[in-house]
């Protein structure tokens, strides 16, 4: 069911995509391993929704906060300038309590901006992406950060030690 498709950034590989022969029940393809929701919290998650209807495309980074607590959240940031590495700006929270994400009160970007809004409503849909949507890897371990080199690392958005740990 996997689709190859093709990436815009170097070393980067899909994640999600909506079912290109479904019809128009838009079920989710997967990569093999994992879902969205699974690699978005994995820990430090870099994944660009791109959306062919709209042209809509944003790149947000999800980072899990440190500590032993098992109740700790994940921060979602947004890409909003063109250091991939460094230019991510806190958008909001998702809370471990039933995966709810809320915009962060303090966060500098507005609750109704696109990329805010893009980014509940890729949670709320995460599970059921409409045909158009898909969700690229940023080239980047979903759970550590590193970049991915090896073929089975691309494809699967983790590094061989930490396909084994999520
Ligand atoms: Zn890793």
Known sequence: MLKELDTTVAGAGPIAVASLDAGASGALVCAPVISLEQFALAGDARFTVMNSST?????????????????????VKLLTGDNNETSYTYLGTIFAD??????????????????????????????????????NHEGRCGRCGRALTVP????????PECINLV
Do not use: M
Request: proline share 4%; hydrophobic share 35%.
């Open 55 to 75: 042209g809509n495309r944003f790149t947000f980074r999800v980072q899990r906060a440190s500590g032993e607590v098992a109740t700790r959240p994940w921060f």
């Open 98 to 135: 039933q995966l709810v994400y809320r915009h962060g009160r303090k966060s500098r970007i507005a609750h109704d901006a696109p990329g805010a809004r893009a980014f509940d409503w890729l949670w709320r849909n995460r599970e059921r992406l409409p045909e158009g949507v898909r969700v």
């Open 152 to 159: 089975e690392s691309v494809a699967s958005g983790f590094g």
